[in-house]
């Protein structure tokens, strides 16, 4: 008889990369110098383990948009050819682990309670990805989940309304890593102190999460916006009348050299940056 499965939002591996990266921004956003959600996002979802192999899985059918019904469809057919080669019982097992790291330092019901961006394709990928392992599968709930995966990928992209803000219509045309990890602080309301993040504090949260396990590109991104900063900060001095002030600010320049430091981005160098960001959009509403 055949199978009907039921959606489990604990077991979906995009949603667990999805919950753990927003984790991310909310330590990194409250000063948390050592969040361990990185600690937990690099383990179980790099480029040699089974969860982070299955979640760039996830990634393509999620962002790839095509015109041709076809074209999908041929897309799906490989992402499922790619998904059979998984090693499933290794793949059970760090989702075991995973499962039991974030049941140890979160409170279940408060991480898995957040809204999840196009929650219904997330569930049709993972009974799509479940059919292939289960013996007996509901033939129809399989075909729904592949036509549903199929329309999302042939969506038509529309236009933000005019009644949209300006900062809501550039949220919605970003890539789907920034508006998870930006546009939805504001949405949700989760913490109305980050509500106006400008695009320098937008980049940096972005950076950070697409590349939490390339340490060379994320090391590379952070030291070109030292540079930017510095310049940025020097141009400020001849403009500020204050002794005290014009010290304080010439030692904050000759700090920034420590964001540097390193072959590893360090999660408190981050926080720092964000800081100094912080800095110039004070100095460019005090200066004007």
Do not use: C
Request: proline share 2%; no cysteine.
């Amino acid at each position: 008889m055949a199978q009907r499965v039921k959606h489990s939002k604990i077991k979906n591996t995009g949603i667990l990369f999805e919950l753990l990266s927003r984790q991310i921004t909310v330590d990194v956003m409250n000063g948390d110098d050592k969040s361990k959600s990185v600690e937990v996002l690099k383990k179980y979802f790099n480029e040699k383990t089974e969860l982070g192999k299955e979640n760039q899985l996830y990634q393509v059918l999620l962002k790839e948009n095509y015109n041709s019904s076809r074209k999908a469809e041929k897309l799906v057919d490989a992402v499922i050819r790619a998904r059979e080669k998984l090693q499933n019982k290794k793949l059970r097992n760090e989702k075991y682990n995973l499962i039991k790291e974030i049941k140890k330092n979160y409170t279940v019901e408060d991480f898995f309670r957040a809204r999840i961006p196009n929650y219904k394709v997330y569930a049709s990928i993972y009974k799509t990805f479940l059919a292939e392992t289960t013996p007996v599968f509901d033939p129809k709930e399989e075909v729904d989940s592949n036509f549903s995966i199929i329309e999302h990928i042939t969506r038509n992209k529309v236009k933000p309304r005019d009644t949209d803000s300006k900062v809501i219509s550039e949220f919605k045309n970003e890539d789907k890593d920034l508006r998870l990890l930006s546009y939805q602080l504001m949405v949700d309301n989760f913490n109305g102190k980050y509500k106006n993040l400008n695009s320098m504090q937008r980049n940096l949260l972005k950076e950070y999460v697409n590349n939490i396990s390339n340490t060379n590109s994320l090391r590379e991104f952070v030291d070109s916006e030292v540079m930017k900063i510095k310049k940025i900060l020097s141009k400020f001095l001849p403009r500020i009348d204050d002794k005290v002030t014009k010290i304080k600010l010439t030692e904050a320049i000759k700090q920034s050299d420590t964001l540097s430091k390193g072959k590893i981005v360090k999660d408190k160098q981050v926080v720092a940056l964000m800081r100094y960001y912080e800095l110039i959009k004070e100095l460019h509403n005090v200066t004007g």
